[in-house]
């Protein structure tokens, strides 16, 4: 990805810019530009920008979870003139003042991957992540029996995504297994915290069956888990959520069992194009739904073909 890391006490930024003229900027305000599912999505919304050539500046958290910097990103790109920002908020209630004083200065907002609470935005554009949770939740229960202990990792549970998926599995997992445990590891995003709490859940309740996960930097930190406690791949299920590529490739080597796949490139791809539209002064719809994909062991092949896994 071509990104260039810029310095600042308070954020980590990076920047990639097309042969646009420099009038016509639209800011990006990523929550990652490491893990695996946010480079898919960063990439989308830089391809976005070289075909409606715009200049792109992409910024993003100083560290995981990071609204304050979000807050001051939002802040410079208005005052710098951008002409559309799209937001992938790391706290959905935090981040609505900016929203709000953009939206009100006619600079289009689109959030992307996460809602915004509390604001408009000029276009939503996402999985709908409640109806996805909830096909993950009935995948889930077919993979254990009625009765059986499982472990869910939860999102950041202050943004709508978060919320959203716990509320979508635990809905329809309860519905399909309504005598099984569901023990909670609560996390921030943050695949080290899904880790060492899948570990501690693990030894003390050693009959777990499953791991559900609410994204795959959990899925991933859940099979570390799993290892460093001596567990083979398939010995506890792994659910997954996103469809990363390192996710996939535990699949293909026996670990993950299903995961429900956002179009991540097209998250990154759609938000940037709407917010291009928007900048123009083209309408745009509220709520771009970029869908999702069921992976399983026997679908995986196909999936990796259709977003570009080797």
């Given at each position: 990805m071509n990104y260039k890391l810029i310095a600042s006490a308070a954020l980590c930024a990076l920047m990639t810019t097309t042969s646009a003229m420099a009038q016509d900027v639209i800011g990006y305000i990523t929550k990652s530009a490491t893990n695996a599912g946010w480079m898919m999505i960063n990439q989308g919304a830089t391809d976005a920008a070289a075909e409606e050539g715009v200049k792109?500046?992409?910024?993003?958290?100083?560290?995981?979870?990071?609204?304050?910097?979000?807050?001051?990103?939002?802040?410079?790109?208005?005052?710098?003139?951008?002409?559309?920002?799209?937001?992938?908020?790391?706290?959905?209630?935090?981040?609505?003042?900016?929203?709000?004083?953009?939206?009100?200065?006619?600079?289009?907002?689109?959030?992307?991957?996460?809602?915004?609470?509390g604001a408009a935005v000029t276009s939503f554009v996402a999985t709908d992540n409640y109806a996805v949770a909830k096909v993950q939740g009935a995948v889930a229960a077919t993979l254990v029996n009625d009765g059986d202990t499982i472990i869910y990792v939860t999102g950041n549970q202050a943004q709508s995504t978060g919320q959203e998926r716990r509320n979508g599995f635990m809905e329809a997992f309860a519905a399909a297994r309504p005598n099984s445990k569901v023990l909670e590891v609560p996390t921030e995003w943050n695949s080290q915290q899904a880790q060492e709490g899948v570990e501690a859940v693990i030894n003390a309740n050693a009959d777990v069956k499953m791991v559900a996960n609410a994204w795959d930097g959990g899925t991933m930190g859940a099979k570390a888990a799993l290892e460093n406690l001596g567990y083979s791949a398939g010995d506890v299920k792994l659910v997954g959520f996103d469809g990363a590529g390192d996710a996939i490739a535990a699949m293909d080597e026996g670990w993950v069992h299903a995961d429900t796949a956002q179009m991540l490139y097209q998250m990154g791809y759609q938000g940037i194009k709407a917010a291009a539209a928007a900048a123009r002064g083209e309408d745009v719809s509220s709520r771009i739904d970029t869908g999702f994909f069921l992976v399983t062991p026997e679908t995986s092949g196909v999936y990796k073909k259709m977003v570009g896994i080797n």
């Open positions: 792109l500046v992409a910024v993003g958290p100083a560290f995981q979870g990071d609204l304050s910097s979000q807050l001051e990103v939002f802040e410079n790109l208005v005052a710098q003139g951008a002409k559309a920002i799209g937001i992938a908020p790391v706290d959905s209630a935090g981040i609505a003042p900016a929203v709000n004083d953009a939206m009100s200065a006619g600079i289009p907002v689109v959030a992307i991957d996460t809602g915004v609470s």
